[in-house]
């Protein structure tokens, strides 16, 4: 499969990409990692007449240790967020999931913030982000926008960035001391997960159990209220719509969602570090 | 647009459309034709091959990507006088193939698993090979064919 037609740019900073997405019109599209995007196209769900390749930036691309957070740069690779010894000291859930993205060849390509953006429901990082209470900076003509992770997914697919924005950076809390887990079912390797939960400090995040991965607030207040695991876990699916699909239909995947969040708690309260 | 890159320790220089992927760019520009395209859609690994050193999908990856960058594929394994690769001495003394599709692919992945976890356990095998697809051997003996490139087959 080919790629309709598109010309390709490579931008030379975080600003020139900007100047390409302002001057590139409605039918530009930004490419990082590519591990979406160039299925997409091949695909040819969608034809976009340009490309920027902002995977060369360097600037957009580290991982720095700030007072209480830990700031990403948004073209940071997944293989990257897996091998660094600051996250896996200050935030080990994100290590660990990023690990569980696609395959090593996918992970030697795609990047932190493509996964964001491209805004799958059934992803492991946007969920990660969510239990993390992330801050998402994105530039745009009109400067810096600083999203929290809550509001950044907004249906499948779509995100807060505007199509001539540019997410930067993803700045994550350091939480060294925390218990966390995550837990994703696929039924083969290399899949999506049909169901993911990812639990840190309190926050509960769901994988593909809607348009956009979701908090589990009612099982986030039943926690702050003392609940156990089992107990909290009974409302994790409440209010939920998950798609129906091959894999699941909407019973199995709440049924899914109690299990594997009562799984990811259990973790957390014994303490995984 | 013009790319250059260095194939195989070679370097060189083609005019190619800005749609090209990187494995049309090796098997018909390059005329490199032991990277196979398998399923098209990023899941098989049967395309895999080593971008500055690195394990990638090249079905996935553009032409234009890889330009100012290194590519390495199965036909430069093997030394001048036709010596194998460690890997590739180890897939043929373990049997670690049958039809040969996924072969090319499955010796680059082994290759950059290799070079990352030099001893690797027999699970680190089975998760670090999880994007290259067999549908002939069950992976048994790929698995024992990568261990003993590693010179731990005894774990096998």
């Known amino acids: ?273 | 647009m013009q790319v250059t890159t260095t194939v195989n320790g070679a370097q060189r220089s083609d005019e190619v459309e800005d749609r090209l992927l990187l494995v049309h760019y090796l098997r018909e520009v390059c005329d490199l034709r032991a990277t196979n395209v398998g399923c098209d859609t990023t899941s098989c690994g049967a395309c895999t091959v080593l971008l500055d050193g690195e394990s990638v999908k090249s079905c996935t990856v553009l032409a234009v990507q890889a330009d100012g960058r290194e590519v390495s594929t199965v036909e430069g394994l093997a030394g001048a006088d036709g010596t194998m690769h460690p890997v590739q001495a180890a897939f043929r003394q373990e049997h670690g193939l049958q039809c040969g599709f996924c072969t090319p692919g499955m010796v680059m992945a082994s290759v950059s698993l290799l070079k990352d976890n030099p001893s690797p356990t027999e699970q680190q095998v089975r998760e670090g090979l999880e994007g290259n697809f067999c549908r002939c051997t069950g992976y048994h003996n790929i698995v024992k064919a990568v261990l003993a490139a590693a010179g731990s087959g005894a774990k096998a």
């Open chain 1, 1 to 273: 499969m080919i790629p309709a037609p598109f010309s390709y740019v490579r931008a030379t900073s975080a600003d020139h990409a900007l100047q390409l997405l302002a001057s590139s019109g409605d039918d530009a599209k930004l490419l990082a990692g590519g591990q979406s995007l160039l299925p997409i196209l091949k695909l040819r769900l969608a034809r976009p007449e340009v490309l920027i390749d902002i995977s060369r930036l360097t600037e957009l691309s580290y991982i720095r240790v700030e007072g209480d957070e830990v700031a990403i740069g948004a073209a940071t690779r997944h293989c990257d967020l897996v091998d660094s010894a600051e996250l896996q000291r200050d935030v080990p859930l994100l290590p660990h999931v990023a690990a569980l993205v696609g395959d090593r060849q996918i992970r030697h390509r795609g990047t932190f913030g493509g996964s964001l953006v491209h805004g799958d429901p059934a992803a492991d990082l946007p969920a990660a982000v969510q239990a993390l209470g992330a801050t998402l900076v994105v530039q745009g003509p009109g400067g810096e926008r600083r999203i929290q992770a809550n509001e950044f997914f907004q249906s499948y697919f779509q995100t807060a960035v505007g199509e001539d924005e540019l997410l930067t950076e993803i700045r994550v809390p350091r939480l060294p001391d925390a218990g966390w887990a995550y837990e994703k079912f696929t039924r083969r390797a290399n899949d999506w997960a049909i169901v993911g939960v990812a639990a840190v400090d309190g926050r509960v995040a769901l994988v593909n159990m809607g348009e956009t991965p979701l908090r589990a607030t009612a099982t986030e207040q039943a926690l702050a209220g003392g609940a156990s695991p089992a107990e909290a876990a009974r409302s994790a699916a409440d209010g939920t719509a998950p798609v129906e699909d091959m894999h699941a239909d909407q019973d199995f995947r709440r049924h899914l969602a109690q299990v594997l969040t009562e799984r990811a708690l259990t973790t957390v309260a014994a303490g995984r570090r």
